[in-house]
């Protein structure tokens, strides 16, 4: 069915705390974070898939800035990768977080007082998803601010107390913010389908879906 047909997408809480507002980042602002995702994916720690302490690997490439991850703790070094210190958190990516919860939330002063030092680069290829967990490596109870760009994907958005319901699905699309913090902040969310070719090659991004996010880990040194 052609767009003309949907029904406007408008800002929802979706839980308490949890907040979906699309169409949030301007076009200007999707290319620029696709083409900072681009110099980042190429070190000093480059994009990769993760491994699991199991043995597996996740099916998304990530990469880390200010802080790197690795299941399931936080540190300044790749050491499951190789060995390089991360990529500075830039002060403009900064400035766009507190922005996003102010709007989010209605909020100019929790917009001010948001201060992220980590930012989590996801690309899923099609075929890519994520399991529902939780963002809680961080010492902090600060919001999770989560931009995407290019391809549609299911978004599945649940409770703190387990993986199952009540959830809600939520389309994420090109340029949605979604905010978790509150009553939500660790609630578990996953990505169980990315849709693809649903992305506009005009972002820079070709295919595939990239999504940010980024964290106060409450961490110092
Ligand atoms: O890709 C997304 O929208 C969510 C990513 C996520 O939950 C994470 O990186 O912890
Ligand atoms: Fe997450």
Redesign the pocket.
């Known amino acids: 069915m052609s767009e003309l047909f949907e029904l406007p997408r408008e800002r929802a809480e979706v839980a308490p705390g949890a907040v979906h507002v699309p169409g949030w980042l301007s076009p200007a602002e999707q290319r620029r974070l696709v083409a900072a995702c681009r110099a980042w994916a190429t070190g000093p720690v480059p994009l990769r898939h993760t491994r699991l302490p199991g043995g597996g690997v996740m099916s ?1 490439r ?1 990469v880390g800035l200010g802080w790197h991850w690795q299941p399931y703790r936080y540190s300044r070094t790749a050491d499951d990768v190789n060995g390089a210190g991360v990529a500075e958190f830039p002060e403009w990516l900064g400035d766009l977080g507190r922005r996003a919860v102010a709007d989010a939330y209605g909020d100019a002063r929790a917009g001010a007082g948001y201060a992220p030092d980590a930012g ?1 680069v ?1 690309f ?1 290829d099609g075929d890519a998803r ?1 399991g529902m ?1 939780q ?1 809680r490596e961080e010492r902090s109870s600060a919001p ?1 601010v ?1 931009f ?1 760009i290019g391809d549609r ?1 299911v ?1 599945r958005f649940g409770n703190p107390q387990g993986r199952g319901r009540p959830y809600t699905d939520v389309e ?1 699309r090109s340029g949605d913010l ?1 905010v978790f913090g509150g009553p939500s902040r660790f609630a578990y ?3 169980p389908k990315v849709l693809p070719g649903t992305g506009d090659p005009a972002t820079g991004l070709a295919a595939g ?1 990239l ?1 940010v ?1 980024l964290r106060v880990t409450g961490l110092t040194a």
């Open positions: 998304v990530s989590l996801n899923y994520m967990h963002d999770v989560s995407s994907c978004f994420l979604f969310h996953g990505v879906r999504n996010t």
